[in-house]
C-alpha cells in the first residue's frame, strides 16, 4: 500500500537526522504546495529527497 503525503510528511523528522537537510526538505514543500502541484508530485518527490538525506 502506499504511503500517504502526511505520513512522507511525518518521516521528514523521523528519518532525516540532520536539521539543516530537514529545513531544507520542509521548504521545498511549502515551495510544491504554493505552486500547485498535485499530491502524487509532492509525495513522490519529498519520497526521493528523504531517502537521498537518510
Known sequence: ???????TIRNIDI???????????KEFHEY?????TSE????GL???LI???E
Do not use: G, H, S
Not at 500500500?1 to 505520513?7: G, Q, R, V
Not at 510544491?32 to 500547485?36: A, E, G, R, V
Open 15 to 25: 528519518k532525516v537526522t540532520n536539521q539543516t537537510n530537514r529545513q531544507i526538505i
Open 32 to 36: 510544491l504546495q504554493n505552486i500547485d
Open 40 to 43: 502524487n508530485y509532492q509525495n
Open 51 to 53: 531517502r537521498y538525506a
Open 1 to 7: 500500500m502506499p504511503a500517504k503525503l502526511t505520513t
Open 46 to 48: 519529498l519520497k526521493v
